[in-house]
């Protein structure tokens, strides 16, 4: 949010807002003057969007595909997204489509993971899984998935290829929050998109030992502020 440095008034597209927590945050910052909308792929999270944000009057969701979906020429002065721009077939169209959404000045402030390799969060429940559908192999980094907006080199390229100006990443390296406590955030992980791919041809018996492995590796990281795991990221920003 410190990236995007909202001010009262604008209009923001939120890219992939999934629950909108960031469409929230973003509408309180512009205000009743100012206007957010929420476009993500996914029925059931724009559903729980839409019930958190009921009776605002400055948000609104859409339920399309960002590669696909008109958003309208020059219709905002923002697009945020906190990693909603990495999971796309087409990312050179995403962006060509998220850069004429902007008015003339607009700005992109997007976060994105840095590479799985320097990643706790994502290192720790896939060592723990190794023992049973054996160790990480590198990705293609052209595959959309967390990681594919990793490497500046590419970020800067697409960006640029987009039309975007003066584009900047900034390190950040935070822990995430995983969950409450090592159950919580072990089931968690086990229902994300790419664990449950990787367990799925495992035995009930083999599921298990490996849900419970992930457990285990995750108690060491045990805090009262919940299971943290460091996840470094980046921010990036640029101009129309
Ligand atoms: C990791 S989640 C992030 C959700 C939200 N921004 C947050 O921080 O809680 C990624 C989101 O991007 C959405 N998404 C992926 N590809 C998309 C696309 N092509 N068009 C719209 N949304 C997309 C997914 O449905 C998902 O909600």
Not at 74 to 83: H, L, N, P, T, V
Not at 103 to 122: D, I, K, N, T
Not at 139 to 161: F, I, N, Q, T, W
């Given at each position: 949010m410190a990236g995007a440095a909202l001010k009262p008034g604008e209009r923001v597209l939120d890219v992939g807002c999934g629950c909108g927590q960031t469409s929230l945050i973003a509408a309180a910052a512009v205000g009743e003057s100012g206007r957010v909308t929420g476009v993500d792929l996914s029925g059931p999270?724009?559903?729980?969007?839409?019930?958190?944000?009921?009776?605002?009057?400055?948000?609104?969701?859409?339920?399309?595909?960002?590669q696909q979906h008109d958003l309208g020429e020059g219709a905002y002065d923002i697009a945020i997204s906190r990693f909603g721009v990495m999971f796309f077939d087409a990312p050179d169209i995403a962006f060509a489509q998220v850069?004429?959404?902007?008015?003339p000045g607009g700005r992109l402030a997007f976060a994105c993971w840095q590479g799985g390799a320097e990643s706790e969060y994502y290192q720790v429940p896939r060592a723990a899984?190794?023992?049973?559908?054996?160790?990480?192999?590198?990705?293609?980094?052209?595959?959309?998935?967390?990681?594919s907006l990793a490497e500046p080199g590419?970020?800067?390229?697409?960006?640029?290829?987009?039309?975007?100006?003066?584009?900047r990443l900034e390190r950040v390296d935070e822990a995430a929050v995983s969950g409450a406590d090592a159950a919580d955030a072990a089931a968690f992980r086990l229902t994300s998109p790419s664990f449950a791919g990787l367990l799925k041809d495992?035995?009930?018996?083999?599921?298990?030992?490996?849900?419970?492995?992930?457990?285990?590796?995750?108690?060491?990281?045990?805090?009262p502020d919940g299971v943290l795991l460091k996840a470094p990221a980046w921010v990036v920003t640029a101009r129309r």
């Amino acid at each position: 949010m410190a990236g995007a440095a909202l001010k009262p008034g604008e209009r923001v597209l939120d890219v992939g807002c999934g629950c909108g927590q960031t469409s929230l945050i973003a509408a309180a910052a512009v205000g009743e003057s100012g206007r957010v909308t929420g476009v993500d792929l996914s029925g059931p999270m724009l559903a729980t969007a839409r019930a958190r944000a009921e009776g605002l009057g400055n948000i609104d969701f859409v339920q399309a595909d960002v590669q696909q979906h008109d958003l309208g020429e020059g219709a905002y002065d923002i697009a945020i997204s906190r990693f909603g721009v990495m999971f796309f077939d087409a990312p050179d169209i995403a962006f060509a489509q998220v850069h004429r959404a902007l008015g003339p000045g607009g700005r992109l402030a997007f976060a994105c993971w840095q590479g799985g390799a320097e990643s706790e969060y994502y290192q720790v429940p896939r060592a723990a899984v190794a023992p049973f559908v054996g160790p990480d192999e590198p990705d293609d980094p052209d595959a959309p998935g967390p990681y594919s907006l990793a490497e500046p080199g590419k970020v800067r390229a697409l960006l640029g290829g987009a039309g975007f100006t003066d584009v900047r990443l900034e390190r950040v390296d935070e822990a995430a929050v995983s969950g409450a406590d090592a159950a919580d955030a072990a089931a968690f992980r086990l229902t994300s998109p790419s664990f449950a791919g990787l367990l799925k041809d495992l035995g009930p018996e083999d599921k298990a030992k490996a849900a419970d492995a992930v457990r285990q590796a995750l108690i060491p990281y045990e805090t009262p502020d919940g299971v943290l795991l460091k996840a470094p990221a980046w921010v990036v920003t640029a101009r129309r």
